[in-house]
């Protein structure tokens, strides 16, 4: 299936808050966990229903509730109706092909963008939609399988780190948002550094295997840049927006993320034009090889030119030929021979030729 554009045939004709899963299933069955926390008392607990998870609305309490696994539609129905929120939101959730955004309702704020993991063995990219949705209290995030880059918040939070622990849901989401965008950076260290090692390689030996890998690198430089760009777009319109589910103290963090999503966008900007040299140098060197391989076959043609007419006019089959009848005439064709070579070579080495 297409990378970078992606349509289902149960999408066209489909109303916008139907509960229809688009993507591709990625867990077996949905997991529900719940991490309940103030500045008193810390709960990390898996649940079995969402009714458990609709117990900790009215808690002062700050909840972070997290679904892994969005494809089980009656789940996501509980939870709908359970929180109130438009059907239109949760349709939202389960559509993984969705551009990120940021939308305020009545009753939260929903934000969602594309999440980004390495494998450490194999170095491929994966991605996944990652929903998030904030209330008063409440912060539920949307996950396509279990498996995140959220550790260091979960161990700040039971770390009952103070300014996690006092923030709010609000707060929480920054955390996991700069999670994210921390992650976009990193997979683009990791991509840079097999970038760079490329330059080298051009420099020491341009061998085919190399533009191969330059095409490698500029798919998946596309592919991050296909997430990343739309992911600006959303923290922009973040910072924005007036919401009550914000805490007006809380916007400079926001602000922050805007300025480390600029910084992941320049990185890839400037990988793209290294690649782009990098492909400019490959056709170079190999235009310079082959120049040089030219230059030497002209050279090593011209020299024998006048050796084989040496040599044409001692094999022509005349009955008369004063020199084939002298003892030292065999010695003198080779010696003119290798006189003329040696001089065309010093003439051409003079014109720096070759």
Known sequence: MARFIKKHQNEIGASPDDFIFIGEKKTENTVLRIIDYDKNNLEEIPINSVEEALAYQDKKST?????????????????????????????????????PKVQE??????????MLQVNENSHEISFENLSLIITKSVLISFQEKKGDVFEPVRIRIR???????????????????????????????????????????????PEKSIIDAINKHKKELNYLRKNILPAREMLVNLTKIDSEFINHKNFIHFKELQNNINHAVEISDSYREILSDQLNIY????????????????????????????AGIYGTNFDVIPELRYKYSYFIMLGSMVVIAIGMLYYFKRKKWF
Request: hydrophobic share 45%; proline share 1%; net charge negative.
């Open 63 to 99: 909840t972070w509730f997290n679904v892994d696994g969005i494809d089980e539609t009656h789940i996501m129905k509980q939870i709908a109706e359970g929180f109130q929120f438009d059907d239109f939101i949760i349709a939202e959730v389960m559509n993984t092909n969705s551009r």
């Open 159 to 205: 770390k009952q780190k103070k300014r996690i622990i006092n923030s709010g849901s609000d707060y929480l989401l920054f955390a996991l948002l700069d999670v994210v965008i921390d992650n976009y950076i990193y997979i683009l260290s990791v991509l840079g550094d097999k970038i760079e090692n490329l330059e080298e390689q051009l420099i020491q030996s």
């Open 283 to 310: 056709h170079t060197t190999v235009s310079t090889k082959l120049n040089d391989i030219m230059k030497f076959l002209t050279v090593f043609s011209v020299v024998f030119i006048p050796l084989t007419f040496i």
């Open 105 to 114: 309702y009545d009753n939260c704020l929903f934000t969602s963008i594309k």
